[in-house]
Structures are given as C-alpha cells and as structure tokens.
C-alpha cells in the first residue's frame, strides 16, 4: 500500500517554486531567499488530539498542519513548506489516508505551503501525524516569548474556551494577522494559545523574567465556553473554561501601552484584538477583578 500511496501524493501534491527538488528523492531541496529559515514540529495522536473514528479524517489532516502554522505565526514568520509523517493503524484504509492528506492539502493551498516530503509507516497502535513546518523570518525577524517586559499591554487575538466544541478542528490560524501587525506595529513578544490562555500566559511571563495580571472582564470569551458551561455548570464558569480549555490557538502579543492603543484601534483586519491586561516587574500571575482587586491566578490549561 506505501508504493500506491506515495505515487498517489507524488501525482496530487502540486510542484512549488520553492522546493525544486521535492517528493520522490530522499530528501527535499528547499530555495530560500533569506538563507534563513523557522523550523516547528508538532505530533497528533489519535485519542489525544481526535477521535480517528468519530470525525472526517480530512479535519485531522487539516488540523495536523495548522497547529505547525500556528507555531509559526507566533514567531511571525511566513510558512513555506511542510514534511508530513503518518504511522497509520494496519487496519486503516488507503482511503482514509488520502483523505487526511486532502485536508492537509487544503489547509497547505490555503496559505502557500508546499509539502515537500514525509514518510508513512503502519503499526498495530492508534493513528499519529507528525508535521515539521518550516517558515522564513520576514525583514524585522521573528518575535520571542522572551521579549516582553514590565509595563507591556497584554494583547490577544480571537476569544477563548469551548474548542473542544469543534473549534480545535476548524480554527484557522493567525498567520496574516502575526505577519501583518509584525510588519506595521513594534511587537516586544508573542506566543499561540494551545494549552490554555492562563497557562501560556505564564510561560511568555516566565520567559520574559516577569509577571502578569489579567483582566477578568476583558477576556475575550466564545459562545463555546457559555455553552460549556450551561452543559456542565461544575466544569467551570465561562471564565474558567476561558482561561484554561486549550487549543484555541489565538494569540498573546505583548508591545506598549501606545502601540496596544493604535493596534486595537486598527480595523484592517477582521480578527478582533483586546488588551487583557499588563506585564509586571514582579513574577506570578493575577487576576484583576472589575472592582480593581487582584488574586493570584493558578494557571491551568492541558499539561502534556
């Protein structure tokens, strides 16, 4: 079945400009302008990441790729290509695989990514992706979760909590955004929400030698997680599901008071982005109530 399979990509993969030497070979040769390039790597397992059995295999091909564009759109760098690994289950159909790579594929023709390669293995154990994305940093370089310093708004892209609702197949990735307010803006740091808004909060704050507080009433909170929240009141308020739910894959931006104000205030795009709160000099993590009182936060999100 490999033999069929990799014909089959070989024929449907379309040729890219930037990988003259592609699927086929024992290796892809990429042509980068910059000489530079972002490289990330995530693994999706099934009963971790999907339920093989119980969703469109096109949504986990499609969702296989975007977490690695939402690496890369944290570091603003534009995606260029893409290897793309399967460990398929014996009893897995050809089918099912060409239909996880068609959701590869659509997630790859939608923001210019040429798959230049992967592998395939069949084993007696449950489903895994592994995708590398690989990325070129723009002019002005990439942004770190180690940049952000005292006195920095917090900003975040989107609203939070309830993907498991669907969002965690179907969202789509702040690529155009990052690259656009990195091109227009002076961004200090930046990071994807994967596992929890509070819980990667803490890690930029962490990296960046300081503590944040959060605003309670401005987060950004989905109809998913009021949803949530309604199905299973002992689950956690709206807030709750809000600040640790995971896998919204928005983005936190930390710049200056300044620079929050115009970027807010900018309706170039149609994401919405709300200041949640500021960086501090002190370590730990806040939550500020509308009354102004602060508690310390415990985050809380999904720990691998």
């Given at each position: 079945?490999?033999?069929?399979?990799?014909?089959?990509?070989?024929?449907?993969?379309?040729?890219?400009?930037?990988?003259?030497?592609?699927?086929?070979?024992?290796?892809?040769?990429?042509?980068?302008?910059?000489?530079?390039?972002?490289?990330?790597?995530?693994?999706l397992m099934d009963g971790v990441d999907f339920v093989?059995?119980?969703?469109?295999?096109?949504?986990?091909?499609?969702?296989?790729?975007?977490?690695?564009?939402?690496?890369?759109?944290?570091?603003?760098?534009?995606?260029?290509?893409?290897?793309?690994?399967?460990?398929?289950?014996?009893?897995?159909?050809?089918?099912?695989?060409?239909?996880?790579?068609?959701?590869?594929?659509?997630?790859?023709?939608?923001f210019g990514v040429a798959l230049a390669g992967g592998d395939t293995n069949s084993w007696k154990h449950p489903l895994a992706i592994s995708v590398t994305a690989i990325g070129e940093p723009t002019k002005r370089g990439v942004l770190m979760r180690g940049g952000a310093r005292a006195g920095d708004v917090i900003l975040v892209t989107?609203?939070?909590?309830?993907?498991?609702?669907?969002?965690?197949?179907?969202?789509?990735?702040?690529?155009?955004?990052?690259?656009?307010?990195?091109?227009?803006?002076?961004?200090?740091?930046?990071m994807d929400v994967s596992d929890g808004l509070s819980l990667d909060l803490n890690r930029l704050a962490r990296e960046s030698a300081c503590g944040a507080i959060l605003d309670a009433s401005q987060v950004p909170i989905s109809a998913d997680a009021y949803r949530l929240s309604e199905q299973n009141p002992a689950k956690g308020s709206p807030l709750d599901h809000a600040l640790g739910d995971g896998e919204d894959f928005e983005l936190i931006i930390a710049t200056s008071p300044e620079t929050a104000e115009q970027i807010v205030a900018d309706r170039s795009f149609g994401v919405p982005v709300t200041r949640v709160g500021e960086f501090i000099a002190d370590p730990g993590l806040w939550l500020r109530s509308a009354t102004g009182e602060c508690h310390p936060l415990t985050p809380h999100g999904y720990e691998h």
């Open positions: 079945m490999e033999s069929e399979f990799v014909n089959w990509l070989r024929a449907r993969v379309p040729s890219h400009p930037l990988v003259p030497i592609g699927i086929g070979d024992d290796a892809a040769l990429l042509s980068l302008a910059s000489g530079k390039c972002v490289v990330t790597s995530d693994m093989l059995n119980d969703c469109d295999p096109r949504r986990i091909g499609r969702k296989s790729l975007a977490v690695n564009l939402s690496d890369l759109a944290a570091m603003a760098a534009k995606p260029v290509a893409a290897i793309v690994s399967l460990a398929v289950p014996t009893d897995v159909s050809l089918e099912v695989m060409k239909m996880i790579y068609e959701g590869v594929l659509e997630m790859a023709d939608e989107g609203q939070f909590g309830g993907s498991i609702l669907g969002r965690h197949f179907d969202f789509r990735p702040r690529v155009e955004e990052a690259l656009y307010l990195h091109s227009r803006y002076e961004l200090h740091g930046a």
